[in-house]
């Protein structure tokens, strides 16, 4: 029996790829999930940095207005359209089948996927507070403000996931089976933030591990609503709540500004690149995976 007969049987989200006609190969998958994000992201960040009034010194600095920070979130609308267009085009497939099928509870799978992502990014958060590695304050952003911010997330984590754990996720698993395709889309997933300020070998093994995180919770969903839900919420409580650096990027626009105390280790507050640098970020990681490895196994039986 076939990996492809099998995808129904491990989980829904998988047997997205055969409602394709012409399906794609995972090599040309790797690329064309490159291609979406890199480039889709360039063309619309053409069109939005002058629209916003964005600064370009800001995208090159990573220290991001709320201008900035919009222009760049609402970018990744362009990997999107191109992933349709490539889907619609090429594969000739509906573009639900990606992760967004109908049914289920998807409001019951949004609202796991928040609370799970305010528990866990508070944790490392909290520790470091408690332990006198880094200290908070008010910043001068309103509420108002910060749920803009959030729109701007929505779209970028959303399209990361559509991306990495929907379609990338679903057509290298046609030809590779599960494990390569869990490991090959974190492994995408990690490298596209190797480009990101303060990067480090620490980062590079969370960013790793929250890419099998979320795959193995699509897989046990069967869907990416709680996957995107995670992403959105822990890039949000990081970057506009916390005041922390996310991913390298240092944004202005926070409700609190929280930052390490002078003379405190990088390998527990993450440093310039914030909490996704912390080994108590990994800690929190390698449990949530275990968790939704569970999860899946227990979904398949």
Not at 122 to 149: D, E, F, N, Q
Not at 164 to 189: D, E, H, I, K
């Amino acid at each position: 029996m076939t990996e492809q007969s099998r995808a129904p049987a491990i989980s829904p989200l998988l047997a997205g790829a055969e409602r394709a006609r012409r399906p794609t190969g995972p090599v040309v998958g790797i690329v064309v999930a490159l291609v979406c994000l890199l480039v889709g992201q360039l063309l619309a960040g053409f069109a939005l940095i002058p629209l916003f009034g964005a600064d370009p010194v800001e995208l090159l600095t990573g220290r991001m207005g709320l201008a900035t920070q919009q222009a760049t979130m609402l970018s990744f609308g362009g990997a999107v359209l191109l992933l349709w267009l490539w889907m619609a085009g090429k594969e000739r497939r509906p573009f639900g089948s990606i992760g967004f099928t109908t049914g289920g509870r998807p409001l019951t799978h949004l609202a796991l996927g928040a609370v799970v992502a305010a528990v866990l990014v508070s944790i490392p958060v909290l520790l470091g507070l408690l332990s006198g590695a880094s200290t908070s304050g008010a910043a001068r952003a309103g509420i108002g403000v910060v749920l803009v911010a959030l729109t701007g997330f929505a779209v970028q984590a959303t399209t990361e996931e559509v991306v990495t754990r929907g379609y990338l996720l679903q057509v290298t698993f046609r030809r590779w089976g599960l494990v390569a395709a869990v490991l090959v889309q974190a492994a995408v997933f990690a490298a596209l933030h190797g480009v990101n300020m303060h990067f480090s070998w620490v980062a590079l093994v969370n960013i790793a591990l929250i890419g099998v995180l979320l795959a193995l919770w699509a897989l046990a969903e069967g869907g990416l609503w709680g996957v995107c839900a995670f992403h959105v919420v822990w890039n949000w409580l990081q970057g506009n709540v916390y005041g922390i650096p996310v991913s390298g990027m240092d944004l202005q626009a926070t409700l609190l500004r929280t930052v390490p105390v002078p003379g405190s280790e990088d390998l527990l507050t993450g440093g310039g690149f914030g909490v996704e640098g912390s080994l108590v970020t990994t800690a929190v990681l390698l449990a949530g995976a275990v968790v939704a490895h569970i999860a899946f196994r227990r979904a398949r039986s």
